[in-house]
């Protein structure tokens, strides 16, 4: 992933704070020799303070063996994402037909080591963890070793806890652009406001006060 130095997140707390909110992404594990990479759609939960994300699938998942052979992958997160129509960049006095259409969007890569998780009681604090992310308000039981309703189903997964080793992260929302060229795009949004265009807005107007 290609990282202007425009797009680069201001500082750490940027890109974790996004990642926290966007928690389904897509985990590529190096495949076979000679075949591609295994790549597994996913929720997780990442928590910053121990420099990991933790999830869980299905013991027949073939996921398992790629990563017993090499535990090296990448879990990747692209959301808030915009297609841009070349006249909304236009430089101020040009053609309105020579500006460059683009992307915008946001995107987390987090290099990371994983680590299988088969205790039981390591599978039930993993799920415990994950779960009371997704669902601060409760209303589902607590899994606990021997105790239903979730005790007998743990053997059915293996839980994946994914040490981060690297990160790169990207916010690409018209930073090198002039502020007359940005403030034309944000307005271009607002008043299209299809998916994504109001979180897209947002990023542009946020980092360009940054």
């Known amino acids: 992933m290609l990282i202007h130095p425009w797009d680069a997140p201001r500082s750490d707390a940027e890109w974790q704070q996004w990642l926290t909110a966007h928690d389904f992404g897509q985990l590529a594990v190096n495949g076979p020799a000679g075949e591609p ?16 994300a933790l999830t869980h699938l299905a013991r027949p998942n073939p996921l398992w063996g790629a990563l017993e052979a090499n535990p090296e992958v990448l879990l990747s997160v692209v959301d808030d994402y915009v297609y841009v129509p070349g006249p909304w960049q236009a430089d101020p006095g040009a053609p309105t037909e020579n500006g460059e259409p683009t992307s915008f969007y ?16 390591e599978k039930a604090d993993l799920l415990n963890r994950q779960v ?19 005790g007998r189903k743990l053997s059915g997964i293996r839980g994946l806890r994914l040490e981060v080793t690297g990160v790169r992260a990207k916010f690409k929302y018209a ?18 406001a299809a998916p994504g265009d109001a979180a897209a807005r947002e990023h542009l107007l946020r980092r360009r006060q940054g």
């Open 175 to 192: 930073g090198k652009r002039t502020a007359e060229v940005q403030d034309r795009i944000a307005g271009r949004l607002a008043d299209r």
């Open 37 to 52: 990479p295994f790549v597994q759609p996913l929720h997780f939960f990442y928590d910053p303070e121990r420099g990991e």
């Open 106 to 121: 946001a995107a987390v890569q987090l290099r990371c080591r994983a680590h299988l998780v088969d205790d039981p009681a």
């Open 132 to 150: 009371g992310h997704f669902q601060p308000e409760g209303g589902t039981a607590r899994g606990a070793v021997g105790e239903e309703p979730y």
